[in-house]
């Protein structure tokens, strides 16, 4: 009886060991995920020494390739390069289209969207926002011979970008309309051009530089009435908010020290291809 005695006690103990260290390794991996989970973006910028931000490369004023330099210049490049020293980081510039700019910031590739992205609260759920440091709205860019009314079009064919809200726009205020959608906004006017579609759709500014730096720009206008509102932010990945806060603090400054007017001066002003006055300042959220 003794040995079976101290053979069942052997076995509890066992068990015990087994129950506690299985419970350790419990703690250490949940402790491994919070850790994972709250990363601070950020500090790994900073530490990194670099910060990736996905910019436009065929959207100018926001973003383009400079033909001498063949670097991409812009807008938003002006922007990206102030959030970059502010943060006392090199800037790394990641071309991107209107629909892969949210997938590069989910994926990590990236780590901030300066691509002249509309806040709406559909990419709200999947992106945090920086209070707007752009605001636009969305026109018709159409045929010089074409109607002067958007409503004109209720009914016709207008191409739009991928993945921007003015392609849900058109869909929304006219249920009726054939939206043909392209990749970048030079392949939109190509279809203009070319007569597959009677319209094409963007934001205010995006259409006045394309239309002023084409060369057959005599053949073309920009219908007056505003199919949307747009706020443009930047788009930082959810829940960094010591990254999303440095960001909104940097644009803030941007504005009360009037850097934010000279950049917008320097690609919207009076001496600028694409002249409009500006009718919005940088607040704090």
């Known amino acids: 009886m003794a040995k079976v005695k101290a053979f069942t006690q052997t076995i509890s103990h066992s068990t015990t060991y087994q129950k506690l260290t299985l419970s350790a390794l419990v703690l250490a991996l949940s402790g491994l995920t919070s850790a994972v989970v709250h990363a601070d973006q950020l500090a790994d910028i900073q530490k990194a020494g670099v910060v990736k931000v996905a910019t436009f490369d065929a959207n100018p004023p926001f973003g383009s390739i400079d033909a001498k330099t ?76 074409g109607p002067d009314k958007l409503d004109d079009y209720a009914k016709g064919r207008v191409g739009a970008v991928k993945g921007t809200t003015g392609e849900q726009a058109l869909v929304q205020r006219y249920p009726s309309i054939r939206v043909l959608s392209y990749d970048d906004i ?50 930082v990945k959810k829940g960094e908010t010591s990254l999303l806060k440095a960001v909104n603090d940097e644009l803030v400054k941007l504005e009360q020290n009037g850097q934010a007017e000279q950049i917008y001066n320097a690609w919207f002003g009076p001496e600028s291809k694409t002249p409009q006055p500006r009718s919005f300042k940088i607040v704090a959220k």
Do not use: C, M, W
């Open 70 to 145: 063949h670097d991409i210049v812009g807008y938003d490049v002006d922007f990206a390069k102030a959030l970059a020293k502010s943060l006392g980081v090199k800037l790394e510039l990641v071309a991107t289209n209107p629909a892969n700019r949210i997938p590069l910031l989910q994926s990590g590739k990236v780590d901030l969207i300066v691509a002249d992205i509309t806040i709406t609260p559909e990419r709200a759920q999947v992106v945090d926002f920086s209070t707007p440091y752009f605001v636009t709205g969305q026109q018709f860019l159409v045929p010089v011979s």
């Open 186 to 235: 030079p392949l939109a006017f190509t279809a203009l051009r070319n007569g597959n579609v009677q319209a094409i759709t963007q934001d205010s500014t995006i259409l006045a530089g394309l239309l002023a730096e084409a060369p057959d720009k005599a053949k073309f206008k920009i219908l007056p009435d505003l199919l949307s509102k747009e706020e443009i932010g930047v788009g």
